[in-house]
């Protein structure tokens, strides 16, 4: 099983920018697709970015999509989400995933979360408006 750490959230003015980071540990995660996703006060988790393994591919939101860019380093087993052009909208506790296997080819849809089996603790981010 992995583990997961996320770090690097916190309090941020509109049009600013966090690099949030998932660190793995456990069985090696470089063979797993990674995602992020964020659940805001009320509300459905919900998916935010995810990248294949050997970051052939990936895929965003469309609420994110332009600002925000996922990357890995596996010589790290570390996962990044920059963020950029922060709205009040992306507040929300931020979750780094590893997903149960791979996907086939390339992501042309959002992965459901049940296709991901271990969890961070989850990083709050704060963007005032």
């Known amino acids: 099983q992995v583990q997961l750490v996320e770090s690097g959230g916190g309090f941020v003015q509109a049009g600013g920018s966090l690099r949030l980071s998932c660190a793995a540990s456990g069985r090696t995660s470089s063979s797993k697709d990674m995602g992020w996703f964020r659940q805001a006060p009320g509300k459905e988790r919900e998916f935010v970015a995810v990248i294949s393994r050997g970051s052939d591919s990936t895929y965003y939101a469309d609420s994110v999509k332009g600002r925000f860019t996922i990357s890995r380093d596996d010589a790290k087993n570390t996962v990044y989400l920059q963020m950029n052009s922060l709205k009040s909208e992306d507040t929300a506790v931020y979750y780094c995933?590893?997903?149960?296997?791979?996907?086939?080819?390339?992501?042309?849809?959002?992965?459901?979360?049940?296709?991901?089996?271990?969890w961070g603790q989850g990083t709050q981010v704060t963007v005032s408006s």
């Open positions: 995933a590893a997903r149960r296997g791979y996907v086939v080819g390339r992501y042309y849809s959002p992965p459901s979360s049940t296709y991901f089996d271990a």
